[in-house]
């Protein structure tokens, strides 16, 4: 389940993601960051229920930081549980200083690590 909060005035939201990020959720969660990032140009993904996660979960991430960047949007995490991070550094997600699509953007996973 996830609970969307959002402020017209700022054009911002915060998505709290209250289940697991396994392959069983991605795609109800997925289309929730769509449509977060379809009405608002910055959002909090904030993970500090996510109780488990796994690669198909930071696919999931690092497709929607992707979406964000391609539509002049941001996407910020809160909450990064230590499961997600051990899981990111050993599946190879955290990498160099810049993202991978170019562009001059900061890797998404640097505040992962």
Not at 23 to 43: E, F, P, R, T, Y
Not at 64 to 89: D, F, N, P, S, T
Request: glycine share 10%.
């Amino acid at each position: 389940m996830t609970n969307w909060n959002y402020n017209a005035e700022q054009r911002a939201g915060k998505l709290t993601v209250e289940q697991g990020m396994t392959i069983s959720q991605v795609c109800m969660l997925g289309k929730a960051l769509l449509q977060g990032l379809d009405k608002a140009d910055q959002v909090v993904l904030d993970l500090g229920a996510v109780h488990d996660v796994d690669i198909a979960g930071l696919q999931l991430l690092c497709a929607a930081h992707r979406h964000a960047v391609a539509h002049g949007k941001e996407l910020h995490l809160a909450g990064i549980g230590e499961q997600l991070r051990e899981l990111a550094r050993a599946a190879g997600f955290v990498r160099g200083e810049l993202c991978s699509i170019g562009r001059d953007v900061p890797c998404f996973w640097i505040m992962v690590a």
